[in-house]
């Protein structure tokens, strides 16, 4: 745990956000970093915490499954949807963040190297998806000089009977001496839910099971080459979203069936390194392939009342989505002494992701409005896929003039490109030349008969090629300080629309799905420093921003039906502050805290823009203003071998805005959808001990069972669209070798 005396070694992590392993305090970039240990004693499991302790930075957060950044400011919602996150998310080599409705499992953090978030454009080395930042989890590689073992085993109970269970385990051994050894880690999560679903009647809906687990083998046949082989497995299963409707009263939610957001993820990945006299070559090939379920219910899109407040017919997507990534990445790293250092490397991606879509009714609806001759409850059925490829060549160059200054300059060049197929099949389920929405709204009975295929289709290949710069300028006037300043650009891929094109089947009159998304721009200018003084009991980091967002990529839902579409507006301006402190007083005291302040809004729109997005000139984007945490930790000993810490965690995130106030294609609309997350303060207290390599820890989250909103959906479709904190938590963590 971590006390004054460990401050100063905490203070000396190792990072590799250049790619190359610096001291954090070294390092350039505004960075915060997480090793295993703290993730432990803040009871951070996923990206939640990982969020609330990163400066700038909020998770928008719909259900489990669902996780979408912002960082500075630089979003125009907080879901996303169609849209490539602004916050590239890496599991060591492997980008998982992408584009358009698709879960992002997230993943388990036991026995991670360490987690480290990069805020601001990482264009250079992180490729499109980094526009605003990157997050990477770096997994342990296997000792290969002893064997080890540790285990993590969590229990705890959130409100009065809604259990939590945890278990964690991983194995080391070495099967060769210093030559060849496996790690393995597994988990399995059982979480009962905390809602109740009154559309279903399932108490505790919301209930996550999590399990899988990771295997690596590591070979080092000379102290120059090393092999390294990952597999990893995760299944992710909730059973219901965590969306809520606060009109039917606290923790209650409501659909015709469970909305359903589920991941099984598979990633292998095999990485070579060997060290030259001059550079390392690293070359890493990795596969995913992931599954994914986006069951919703799309009620919502309807107003009026009948079998639930919102909902006059059953109306649901299920949507299975597959996708299939293969990555290459191969860079050289200088490690020469001299003024000269340098990285160079090039970079591959194709994804292919099918999605089939398939529109429900309900049995039991189609039953009362007398609605037969539909196999099954589904009248329209389309099966699509999209192959995406990305072609990248990078580098950077570092000179320095002396100890205390240097110049980095950084530049890639890719080539993105997009492409959607419809699939011949499928069918839209017709009586009489009207669909399903006809006599479903207008309680019409009738018997299907007419059930066209769709043909085989191609969309628009989009393509985008441009570079992404870095200039960096740092000045370090002693050992203890690093001062620098940042000129950086980022841009994400452009972005074609699944449905270009579609006209709505409820109301001919509404707009026409556009073509697509071209690609946005985004520049950065940062100023920042790090400091550590006192031997290192005290540590401060700060860093100031202004950047600038033009052609912004922006989601949008035609209001009839709900379809989703990208388009492209004017452009914006974010400018902020964000500040880290740690500082160890005394022994076996640490008081840490961090803060931000964040001013980002429109600054550009048309006419035509402001029509067609919803948004309006001056409104702020969806980040809050001011967000901070404070962390506190009091060591004390039982005896001899036997520690106590007691520590407090109270972390604040404020208000923001969900989305463009307006309709689009009716901007003089106010969007009924629109709405402020409340403010909230947040407050956890865990009591430990640790003896020798056990350790044992009583804690409290949400201490005053705050019920605030924290994340309000932008779309109609669903009547539940609110997300809350969880509910007090209360319960026990026992470790061995954390």
Known sequence: MQTADSASEAQEVVVTATRREERIQDVPISITAFQQEELTEKGIVGYEGIARETPGVVLNRPTQNFNNFTSRGIATNGYNANLQSSVAVYIDELPVSTIGNTTVVDPNLFDVERVEFLRGPQGTLFGSGSLSGALRILTKSPNLSSFDWSGLVDFGITGSDSIRQRYNLMLNTPIVTDKFGIRAVGFYRNEDGYLENVGTGEENSNTLVDWGGRAIALWRPTERLSIRVLGSFEDSDPKDSSLTSPSLGREKRVSDQPDRFTGKQTILNGTIEYEFDFAKLTSSSTYSDF????????????????IYPGAPIAFGLDADAYDKVFVQETRLVSSLDGPFQFTVGGFYLRRRRDVDYFYRSSPEFLEERGLTGLPDQYYQ??????????????????????????????????????QGFTEEGGYLATAFGFNYYTFALLNIPVNFTTFTPYEASEGRKAKGSKPSWKLSATYKPSPDLTTYATFATGFRAPIVNAFAGRPSLVDDTDIIIPDG????????????????????????????????WSNIQAQANRVSDSVQFATNIGAARSRGIELELGYAPVKDVFIGANGSYNDSKITKLSEEEA??????????????????????????????????????????????????????????????????????????????????????????????????????HPEAFLVSRFGTLRPRTVGLRIGYGI
């Open 517 to 548: 998304a071209s690609s946005d721009s985004l520049k950065s200018y940062e100023i920042g420093a790090k400091g550590r003084w006192l031997n290192g009991r005290l540590t401060a980091n700060v860093a100031a921003y202004w950047i600038d």
């Open 291 to 306: 599954d994914q379920r986006f069951y919703v219910d799309l009620a919502g899109t309807f107003p009026a009342q009948a």
């Open 611 to 712: 029509a067609i997005s919803g948004a309006v000139l001056g409104h702020r984007l969806s980040a809050p203003r001011f967000q901070g945490s404070l962390y506190s930790s009091y060591g004390f000993d039982l005896s001899s071998t036997v520690k106590g810490t007691l520590a407090a965690n109270v972390q604040y995130v404020g208000p923001y805005n969900s989305s463009f106030p307006n309709t689009p294609g009716n901007p003089t609309l106010p969007l009924s959808t629109f709405g402020r997350t409340d403010g909230y303060v947040n407050t956890n207290l865990s009591l430990g001990i640790k003896h020798r390599d056990l350790t044992a820890q009583l804690y409290v989250e949400n201490v005053f069972d705050d019920h605030s909103i924290v994340y309000i």
């Open 381 to 418: 059925k389309q099966y699509t896929h999209q192959i995406s490829t990305e072609l990248a060549g990078f580098g950077e160059l570092t000179y320095r003039f002396s100890d205390k200054f240097w110049l980095t300059g950084g530049m890639r060049y890719g080539e993105t490109t997009a």
